[in-house]
């Protein structure tokens, strides 16, 4: 406005921008509206009811957008994911911040400034980071630790990926599992899948969620509390996540993130996305689908364990064990168990990186009046070592009598089924209802990426191959969950049902899409 200009013609000036804008047409305000940033969009939303009006049918469609950076400076990086996540019109539902390193709390305090208090959100510490970068959208990914060509293990700089998402119909927040001094695993499974329930039935009116997105710290309690978790969960809830990992949480209705008490340790974050109960008959509908590339192929060597120990430590555990080869009574200790594997691999064993796959048969309920029913599941767990006493592995919860196969990494496994998940994501596609795919997120294995396949980016092809222009994001996990069911022949030769929740050399593919 010119300087000097009197108060009437202020007035006037004014009055004459308010008749412009009002009389541009809906179409034209709509396109406008469209390309404002976040922040400009919220603003413009209170202008009057007819904005209001127009901003909530732009705010009608689903989105979940993903970003990363590798900027070193944690403070900078933060905000160039933000700026790309919120430069097109969005109201957050949930927040995912993922790091390589670096203070979880300054990342946390940064996104609930921009975002808002009211926004549900988790921040871990992982392995590496895949998906488009924020300064130019090029696929790429980023691991923590980076081996170079004479074997020796780099430490990289700080990368940071942020997936945000809007998914209107749902009801979405953090529930927490947390362990107190001397509480046993059981009742933590126990009381996180009645939070769960509880929070469901409350805002939807349903008995168990569309999907359950998990990060777990690397203790003795989230393997027992996942598979209760398995168990107790109907087939059609989507469960995915990263095992292993560091996290803080920040519930909707919490300002910040709460502080643990001295003895008490966080074990799971659980992001819970539950079918709002109020949502309008004429909105559509959200449909979460997951797929599983494998890489593990199983060699002929079956054992059944004999003698089992378990390590004490709280964190990263392991197990001791002996075993009998299938049919047999010798009992053979860790040496001579290592010595079939070798002479099996042609004295290349540890370039293999072997695998004991244990089936455990364990007895889960939820509630004091529900009768125990049996539930087979394959676990992995990395061979690390052997004496003439025992065979060293990673990982607890073996027992005497679990069965257990050797199995290793396989590229060409790999290959294939990664294939067969690209094929799997482009029939979605093709489904009558036509579904629109508009957010994708993946939990990949930390052994594989670029170095394992000889490629860059094998892990997003699935993504890249059938939707080119979706914002997806992903990590690298030291131990990815993916619900699954296979049927095997038991020891017995009948073919047995056989739960698949943990695995390794895997990716995880979690798929969101939205039918009008």
């Avoid at 160039?80 to 203070?103: M, Q, W, Y």
């Avoid at 590496?128 to 696929?139: Q, R």
């Avoid at 890249?464 to 017995?492: A, K, M, Q, T, Y």
């Amino acid at each position: 406005m010119i300087k000097g200009t009197s108060e009437k013609s202020k007035k006037k000036i004014v009055i004459a921008d308010m008749v412009l804008i009002a009389s541009i047409n809906d179409d034209l305000l709509h396109n406008i509206l469209l390309r404002l940033p976040a922040k400009s969009f919220a603003f413009a939303s209170c202008v009057n009811r007819s904005w209001n009006s127009l901003c909530n049918r732009i705010l009608s469609r689903p989105k979940m957008v993903s970003a990363f950076s590798r900027n070193p400076n944690q403070t900078r990086a933060g905000e160039e994911v933000l700026d790309k996540v919120l430069s097109e019109p969005i109201r957050p539902h949930f927040v995912i911040a993922n790091i390589t390193c670096g203070n979880m709390e300054e990342t946390l305090t940064l996104i609930t400034e921009r975002v808002g208090s009211r926004v549900p959100i988790i921040v871990s510490v992982v392995a590496g980071i895949l998906g488009k970068e924020a300064c130019n959208d090029n696929a790429g990914e980023v691991k923590h630790h980076v081996t170079t060509d004479d074997g020796l293990s780099v430490v990289a700089n700080f990368a940071i990926l942020l997936t945000i998402g809007y998914l209107p119909g749902m009801k979405v927040d953090v529930i927490p599992a947390i362990q107190a001094k001397g509480e046993l695993e059981a009742e933590i499974g126990e009381n996180f899948v009645m939070d769960i329930r509880n929070y469901v039935s409350v805002v939807s009116g349903h008995a168990a969620p569309a999907c359950l997105i998990l990060f777990g710290e690397d203790t003795h309690a989230t393997e027992p509390i996942l598979q209760k978790l398995d168990y107790a969960m109907p087939a059609e809830t989507i469960i995915v996540g990263d095992q292993t990992c560091e996290f803080l949480h920040k519930r909707g209705n919490e300002p910040r993130n709460v502080q643990l008490h001295k003895d008490d340790s966080r074990v799971f974050a659980g992001l819970v996305f539950a079918r709002d109960r109020h949502r309008p008959t004429q909105a559509g509908r959200i449909q979460f689908d997951a797929a599983i590339s494998r890489a593990m192929s199983s060699v002929d060597l079956r054992y059944k364990a004999a003698n089992v120990r378990v390590s004490r430590r709280p964190r990263c555990p392991s197990t001791l064990l002996t075993a009998k080869r299938g049919g047999e009574a010798e009992v053979l200790n860790g040496d001579q168990i290592l010595d079939d594997i070798n002479d099996f691999l042609g004295n290349q064993i540890w370039e293999n990186d072997p695998y004991l796959g244990v089936i455990k048969r364990r007895k889960y309920s939820i509630g004091l009046e529900e009768k125990p029913k049996i539930m087979a599941s394959l676990v992995f767990h990395q061979v690390t070592g052997a004496d003439e006493q025992d065979l060293l592995v990673n990982g607890a919860e073996i027992k005497t009598g679990d069965y257990f196969q050797v199995y290793l990494p396989d590229l060409k496994v790999a290959e294939a089924s990664l294939n067969a998940v690209s094929s799997q994501l482009r029939n979605l596609q093709s489904k009558p209802n036509k579904p629109e795919v508009v957010g994708g997120f993946a939990f990949v294995g930390s052994r594989r990426g670029d170095s394992f396949f000889g490629r860059q980016n094998a892990d997003c092809t699935p993504f890249l191959e059938n939707f080119p222009e979706l914002p997806f994001g992903g990590i690298f996990c030291n131990g990815e969950i993916g619900r699954s069911l296979f049927v095997e022949d038991g020891e017995e030769k009948k073919e047995v049902s056989i739960r698949r929740c943990l695995h390794v050399y895997s990716s995880v593919y979690l798929i969101v899409s939205y039918t009008s």
